[in-house]
Nanobody
Framework: QVQLVESGGGSVQSGGSLRLNCAVS????????LGWFRQAPGKEREGVAT???????TYADSVKGRFTISRDNAKNTLSLQMTSLKPEDTAMYYC?????????????????WGQGTQVTVSS
């Protein structure tokens, strides 16, 4: 089982920045896709960004240009740098993992999930 633990969530004013981190167990750069998802109350879970084993990234249109996903293989961590935050970014953010080689968009199934970290953006 791959285990993930998120951190770095909090409250920030609109236009501010926040960096989320995720510690990943059994981290293998060669065969693992990592991603960030979010879910607001009453809404479906939304894919935010992914990064595959080679560092190739994908982003939801709603966050492209504002969020940056990255991974540190030496530290077994996944990060999401969020800038120009908007109230609509308010949600519980989850990191997720999938053992997979190749193209890995958020629409694919991710069997491993963290517990989430809350991000609240005020107007």
């Amino acid at each position: 089982q791959v285990q993930l633990v998120e951190s770095g969530g909090g409250s920030v004013q609109s236009g501010g920045s926040l960096r989320l981190n995720c510690a990943v167990s059994r981290y293998t750069s060669a065969n693992m896709c990592l991603g960030w998802f979010r879910q607001a109350p009453g809404k479906e879970r939304e894919g935010v960004a992914t990064i595959d084993s080679r560092g190739t990234t994908t982003y939801a249109d709603s966050v492209k240009g504002r969020f940056t996903i990255s991974r540190d293989n030496a530290k077994n961590t996944l990060s999401l740098q969020m800038t120009s935050l908007k109230p609509e970014d308010t949600a519980m953010y989850y990191c997720a993992a999938r053992v997979w080689v190749g193209y890995c968009p958020t629409s694919q199934a991710f069997p491993y999930w963290g517990q989430g970290t809350q991000v609240t953006v005020s107007s």
